[in-house]
């Protein structure tokens, strides 16, 4: 049964960073593609990184080059480097995760952790 579990979200003050990781188990090996999304209150879920089992990754239009998305094989995680926070950046960040990357990006994933808040104050 493959589980997501993130960490490391809290609260920084704009211009500040965070890291968050997404520790994975169940998956048979590496071959799976990982993203993050995220949703503030009142609005529709939006996608923020995505980075394939090669690790080649993909980002949404909002990250201007601000994060970065890796991942540790050896220790079935994912991380979101989040730098140069903003107020609108507010939001539950969600891991996701499945075998093809396409289904990744587009929110298809059959796999969700279950959310750590990001709180940006100005």
């Known amino acids: 049964q493959v589980q997501l579990v993130e960490s490391g979200g809290g609260s920084v003050q704009a211009g500040g960073s965070l890291r968050l990781s997404c520790l994975t188990s169940g998956f048979a090996d590496s071959d799976f593609a990982a993203a993050w999304f995220r949703q503030a209150p009142g609005k529709q879920r939006v996608f923020v990184a995505a980075?394939?089992?090669?690790?080649?990754?993909s980002y949404g239009d909002f990250v201007e080059g601000r994060f970065i998305i890796t991942r540790d094989n050896t220790k079935n995680t994912i991380h979101l480097q989040m730098n140069t926070l903003r107020p609108e950046d507010t939001a539950l960040y969600y891991c996701a995760a499945d075998h093809w990357f396409a289904d990744v990006v587009r929110g298809k994933s059959r796999y969700w952790g279950q959310g750590t808040q990001v709180t940006v104050s100005s």
């Open positions: 980075i394939a089992p090669g690790s080649s990754t």
